[in-house]
C-alpha cells in the first residue's frame, strides 16, 4: 500500500542551526512533491513545490531536495530561528492525479534559544 | 475574501446529530478540496471539486458524509447521524489550478468537530 512517512518525533534544535525533516515514501510514482507549514490551530501553509524532474529547490532559508531513486525528500532550515518552530507536512501528487494531495504525519521541530 | 474562510469555527454536536460545514474559496479558485485531519495525524483527503463538478469523493469515508459546490464557489460539508469518531478538524483548501496541473493549496483554519 502506498505511505508516507515523515520522522514521528519531535526534532528539537538551537537557535542558528540548520534543521533537516525528511520525507520518505513506498508505492508512489509522485509528479510533484510539495512541502506546508502548520501551526497550533491554523490550517497548513504552503511553502515550496518541487517537480520529479528537479533535484533541488530553494527559497530564502528553504532548501528541498527530491530523490526520486531513493524516494525521499529532505527539507532544510538554515539559521533556523525560534519562529520556525511549526509542524512540518511533506505532501505528494500522483502522476495523473491531478492536484489531489496525499499528506505525511508532519514532523515537530522547536528551535530553542 | 483575501483567504479562505470556514464556519464554524468550532462545533460540537451529540451523537447523532447533523452537521454542515461551510467553505467560502478565494474568489476565482477553480479547485475545491476537503481534508479530514485527526489529532497528531496529517490531513486525510475525503472530496475535491472543480468548480461545481465533484470529480472525486474517495475519500469519504462513508455515505453519512455529503458535500456539495452547487454553483462552483461555496462548499458545504455534510455529515448526517454523527459518530464520535467523527470528531477531527475538516480543513478545506482551495486552488487556482484545475486538475492535472500542479499547484499550492490555500487551506482555511478549520471547523474543529467534537461529536459527545
Known amino acids: 500500500s502506498q505511505k508516507i512517512e515523515q520522522n514521528s518525533e519531535a526534532l528539537n534544535i538551537q537557535e542558528g542551526k540548520t534543521a533537516t525533516l525528511t520525507c520518505n515514501y513506498t508505492?508512489?510514482?509522485?509528479?510533484?512533491l510539495q512541502w506546508y507549514r502548520q501551526d497550533p490551530g491554523r490550517g497548513p501553509v504552503f511553502l515550496l513545490l518541487?517537480?520529479?524532474?528537479?533535484k533541488e529547490k530553494r527559497k530564502e532559508r528553504l532548501k528541498v531536495t527530491f530523490d526520486t531513486t531513493l524516494k525521499q525528500s529532505l527539507f532544510h532550515i538554515t539559521a533556523s530561528q525560534p519562529a520556525d518552530s511549526a509542524t512540518y507536512l511533506c505532501?505528494?501528487?500522483?502522476?495523473?492525479?491531478?492536484?489531489?494531495?496525499?499528506f505525511g504525519t508532519g514532523t515537530q521541530l522547536k528551535v530553542e534559544l | 475574501g483575501a483567504g479562505v474562510s470556514q464556519s464554524p469555527r468550532y462545533k460540537v454536536a451529540k451523537r447523532g446529530q447533523d452537521v454542515a460545514l461551510r467553505c467560502d474559496p478565494i474568489?476565482?479558485?477553480?479547485?475545491l478540496f476537503w481534508y479530514q485531519q485527526a489529532l497528531g495525524q496529517g490531513p486525510e483527503f475525503l472530496t475535491y471539486?472543480?468548480?461545481?463538478?465533484?470529480?472525486?469523493k474517495s475519500g469519504l469515508p462513508s455515505d453519512r458524509f455529503f458535500a456539495e459546490r452547487p454553483e462552483g464557489s461555496v462548499s458545504t460539508l455534510k455529515i448526517q447521524r454523527t459518530q464520535q469518531e467523527d470528531s477531527a478538524v475538516y480543513l478545506c483548501?482551495?486552488?487556482?489550478?484545475?486538475?492535472?496541473?500542479?499547484?499550492?493549496?490555500?487551506f482555511g483554519e478549520g471547523s474543529r468537530l467534537t461529536v459527545l
Open positions: 483548501a482551495s486552488s487556482l489550478e484545475a486538475s492535472g496541473r500542479p499547484g499550492e493549496l490555500f
Open positions: 508505492n508512489y510514482s509522485p509528479a510533484y
Open positions: 518541487i517537480r520529479e524532474n528537479e
Open positions: 505532501a505528494l501528487a500522483g502522476t495523473g492525479g491531478g492536484n489531489k494531495l496525499t
Open positions: 474568489s476565482g479558485h477553480v479547485s
Open positions: 471539486f472543480q468548480n461545481e463538478a465533484q470529480l472525486d
